[in-house]
């Protein structure tokens, strides 16, 4: 895998030759852009998986919170509720964690 160009970028920066205050401070600004970037794109990957799947789904939903059957308030760590009947015979997916992030990714591992 090649290092992305902001990495490479910041290393650069960090050679013996170039290092002085504004070279560091570039260096440092730039891998924190590159690991905000990755938190951004595994954000994005699930919501473009949701968006996918309920978009493509008979039918399905996510439940924050929610209170079920006789007022039962959820589990702690299944307060967060993703589910879906896909398009196909196979029948009904349900997947419960505490946040968000993490029910999606439950999904997705689940589909």
């Known amino acids: 895998m ?3 160009e902001a990495l ?3 290393d650069a920066l ?3 030759v170039v290092l002085d205050k504004h070279a560091m401070q570039a260096a440092a600004e730039l891998r924190r852009l590159h690991a905000e970037v990755e938190a951004l794109l595994t954000d994005a990957k699930r ?3 949701l968006r ?4 493509s789904a008979v039918g399905g939903g996510v439940t924050v ?3 079920r059957l006789v007022y039962q308030t959820p589990e702690p760590g299944e307060e967060v509720r993703v589910y879906w009947y896909p398009d ?3 029948g009904f997916f349900e997947c419960k964690a505490a946040t968000l992030d ?5 999904a997705r591992g689940a589909a």
Do not use: G
């Open 2 to 4: 090649t290092q992305p």
């Open 8 to 10: 490479r970028l910041a």
């Open 14 to 16: 960090m050679e013996p």
């Open 47 to 49: 919501y473009r998986w």
């Open 52 to 55: 996918d799947t309920l978009h």
């Open 65 to 67: 919170n929610d209170e």
């Open 88 to 90: 196909t015979p196979i």
């Open 102 to 106: 993490e029910a999606v990714d439950a």
